[in-house]
């Protein structure tokens, strides 16, 4: 599991590493990394560091000292480097550095940037606000459109580093070289797609400093995490997972609920939705059952449209205690307070309904919309997009699932998905750990395809996935 954290964090532990290193010393901890990552690149690119233009887009900040510094050191291995001041003074001591090794400062750009080998984005770090001058911004994507690769120092500049939101221009890197710790902006989307490849160079901080860090899963956790059956399993250890889904309208999302728990490993599937729904259903899984009966975990909600009679449901769920999943249309239904054994799979809109805001605000940060959906809900919420997170009511931190190919963002996904993590919890996971592991498992399973496949194509793929994660266990 990856860690990630806010600036508020990453400022703490900065500061308790400083008492025990000079801030110099840290610097230049970081140049060196930076400077021996920027080497890679070009060895890669151009066979050597000797020779090769370096242009440095330096800010005003220590991000732009980070920048400077580690342009001394390539202009030691014998590149030519540039620096270009973009928002004043730049740092004096990694200036002075940088001129003292051979660099130069300049005041306007070069006209050649396709001649650039590299350039770096030392523009702005942890104390940048979100959005870039305009001429900043016309350079990024200028040297950008001449194709010279560009190498975020700390983060992308422009980027809302807490909530991974590009609200304006921002830098797009091919390499971000970041230090002591990721951040917030590194894992969450539209952010995360402008860092490129993520490197992180430790510093030596103290990660126990944070104890609300975001959890980022890997595969490997749901290797380790998955309730896969154990020898002497029988189909109630497995999971009996309750479908109460679809109506007359929307038929369709109880057949792919039901695909997503059944193809996720659920012991059994009693399906008690609608005749129409169900009958269909039979045909294609014989395996379903639709008598009533001993279940374990309940999923409700998708596709019921306007079901005249979902209030009284949803409190016949409640009353019954057992861990539930309400997806979609059930998410109008809640009571004042859910049991917290509830998992909600909102997307941002359906969230954004149930907070009374506008979806952009949801969009914007999605982290502390799911937060204040769990909190004012009481239950664990799945919000769903581009980044999947997880949040607990009550709890500071939140787990962001493996990240997938955007071919998953159709209508019919959340439907499996809900099946998905309603068979976890039928199995004995926590919500957080189903809500966080069914849309792991979602996004792996569309990663095995070149292009898009209908979401019920998909869910016969969690099998294959599902062995190969197993095996990586033993
Ligand atoms: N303190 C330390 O010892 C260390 C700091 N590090 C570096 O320091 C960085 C943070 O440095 P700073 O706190 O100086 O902050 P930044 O370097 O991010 O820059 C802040 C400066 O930019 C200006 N600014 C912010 N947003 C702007 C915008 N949108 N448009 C125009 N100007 C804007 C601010 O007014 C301020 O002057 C980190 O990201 C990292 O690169 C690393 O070297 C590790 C060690
Ligand atoms: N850009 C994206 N990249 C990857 N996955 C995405 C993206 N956008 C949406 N998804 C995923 O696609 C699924 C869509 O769910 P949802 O909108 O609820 O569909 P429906 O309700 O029609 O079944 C969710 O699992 C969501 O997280
Ligand atoms: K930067």
């Keep these: ?10 400022r703490a532990m900065e500061e308790a590493a400083l008492a025990a290193d000079p801030v110099p010393e840290l ?8 400077a021996a990552a920027v080497s890679d690149l070009l060895r ?21 000292g980070d920048a400077l510094y580690a342009g001394a050191r390539l202009a030691d291995r014998g590149a030519a480097v540039t620096a270009l001041a973009l928002l004043g003074e730049p740092h004096p001591a990694g200036l002075a550095a940088l001129l003292a090794a051979g660099g130069r400062l300049v005041d306007a750009a070069p006209e050649e940037l396709a001649a650039l080998d590299v350039a770096l984005d030392g523009v702005l770090g942890i104390g940048g606000r979100p959005g870039l001058p305009d001429d900043v911004a016309q350079l990024a994507a200028a040297l950008d459109g001449a194709g010279v690769p560009l190498v975020a120092v700390d983060l992308p500049s422009g980027v809302d580093a807490d909530t991974g939101a590009v609200p304006a221009s921002a830098v797009r890197a091919d390499l971000t070289v ?6 917030a902006c590194q894992v969450i989307e539209p952010a995360r797609s402008r860092c490129g490849e993520l490197r992180v160079v430790d510093l030596g901080f103290d990660p126990a400093l944070a104890t609300d860090a975001l959890r980022c899963l890997e595969p490997s956790d749901l290797a380790t995490g998955w309730p896969f059956p154990g020898r002497s399993s029988d189909k109630y250890a497995r999971g009996v997972v309750g479908i109460d889904t679809g109506s007359p309208d929307y038929p369709g999302a109880a057949l792919l609920g039901t695909y997503g728990a059944v193809h996720a490993g659920a012991g059994m599937v009693r399906f008690l939705g609608p005749d129409e729904a169900g009958d269909r259903l039979l045909s294609l899984l014989p395996n379903v059952v639709r008598a009533d009966g001993r279940v374990q975990a309940r999923l409700v909600g998708s596709g019921w449209g306007d079901r005249p ?21 059930g998410l109008r239904f809640l009571p004042e307070r859910c049991p917290s054994h509830w998992l909600l799979t909102p997307h941002a809109g359906e969230l954004a309904r149930l907070l009374d805001r506008p979806r952009a605000e949801v969009e914007a940060d999605p982290l502390a919309a799911a937060h204040e959906g769990a909190d004012r809900t009481g239950a664990t919420v799945l919000l769903k997009g581009a980044t ?8 500071a931190s939140a787990t962001i699932a493996v990240p997938g190919p955007a071919w998953t963002a159709q209508a019919g996904s959340g439907d499996v998905l809900a099946g998905v993590c309603a068979a976890l919890l039928a199995a004995g996971l926590s919500t957080s ?11 792996l399973a569309a990663a095995e395809f070149p292009g898009p496949v209908p979401p019920q194509q998909l869910a016969t793929r969690f099998p294959t996935v599902l062995g190969r994660l197993e095996a990586a266990r033993r």
């Design 433 to 443: 750990d189903a809500g966080a592991y069914g849309a792991s498992l979602q996004a």
């Design 309 to 329: 009679d979902g209030a009284e449901v949803l409190a016949r769920v409640a009353d019954e205690g057992l861990p539930a999943v309400v997806d979609a249309d």
């Design 388 to 395: 999947q997170v997880v949040v607990e009511p009550g709890n």
């Design 27 to 34: 610097m230049q901890s970081a140049a060196a990394a930076l």
């Design 44 to 64: 890669r690119r151009r066979g050597s560091v000797y020779g090769a233009r370096v242009l440095i887009m330096v800010g005003r900040g220590n991000n732009g």
């Design 178 to 183: 970041t230090f002591g710790v990721a951040k």
């Design 1 to 10: 599991m990856k860690l990630a954290y806010r600036v508020d964090q990453v």
